[in-house]
């Protein structure tokens, strides 16, 4: 089955950019969200179709995907990004929707 | 802007059964997917299935095939998670999320999930 890789944290000071990847094979050939998490709520869509980005999201907020990597970047980070990540696309091998494992972001 | 409003937390008892509904606020499922995630305390998001309401028909996730039910009740916009043989495993927060019919689609917007807690 197809697999997402991210890393399980980064770490950012305010003000500068972070940038959390998620790896798959040949990913570059799916389309890819992005969702952020914060304790005890649902996931908002903050980036679809690797690069959109839904109304009422920050500009902030930019993706992009290539090759064997997707890649959310925030620029500017404040606390209040501070949340999980995840990743989603679907797998038509296996007629899935698959979630990348999640990326802690933390704010220093 | 439609809102997705699920039932409440549930406590269950391994081997038995547990329905989750997401009703649609402020509108209707109409052309739409709903989809299912669940996460376990601590852990990553996992997909579970997705109905098209206006078709009635059901798709799910290998690990899940034979295990959930998907329906919808057109009538009230409502749809239901059905998941049996409960075990301890499935504690997890479970969220309804609404896709299009293309595969591909986000999810958004989401539910504010359900807590279902299997024990003894």
């Known amino acids: 089955s197809y697999v997402l890789t991210q890393p399980s944290s980064v770490s950012v000071a305010p003000a500068k950019t972070a940038t959390i990847t998620c790896g798959g094979d040949n990913i570059g050939s799916k389309s890819v969200h992005w969702y952020q998490q914060k304790p005890g709520q649902a996931p908002v869509l903050v980036i679809y179709?690797?690069?959109d980005r839904p109304s009422g999201i920050p500009e902030r907020f930019s993706g992009s995907n290539s090759g064997n990597t997707a890649t959310l970047t925030i620029s500017g980070v404040e606390a209040g990004d501070e949340a999980d990540y995840s990743c989603?696309?679907?797998?038509?091998?296996?007629?899935?929707?698959?979630f990348g494992g999640g990326t802690k972001l933390t704010v220093l | 802007q439609v809102q997705l409003v699920q039932s409440g937390a549930e406590v269950k008892k391994p081997g038995s059964s547990v329905r989750v509904s997401c009703k649609a606020s402020g509108g209707t499922f109409s052309g739409s997917s709903v989809n299912w995630v669940r996460q376990p305390p601590g852990q990553g998001l996992e997909w579970m299935g997705r109905?098209?309401?206006?078709?009635?028909?059901?798709n799910y996730a290998q690990q899940f095939e034979g295990r959930a039910t998907l329906t919808a009740d057109r009538s009230t916009s409502t749809v239901y998670m059905e998941l049996s043989g409960l075990r301890s495993e499935d504690t997890a927060v479970y969220f309804c999320?609404?896709?299009?019919?293309?595969?591909?689609?986000?999810?958004?917007?989401w539910g504010q999930g359900t807590l279902v807690s299997v024990s003894s």
């Open positions: 109905i098209i309401p206006f078709l009635g028909m059901a």
């Open positions: 179709y690797d690069s």
């Open positions: 999320a609404r896709g299009s019919t293309d595969l591909r689609s986000r999810f958004d917007p």
């Open positions: 989603q696309v679907w797998d038509s091998d296996s007629n899935h929707v698959v």
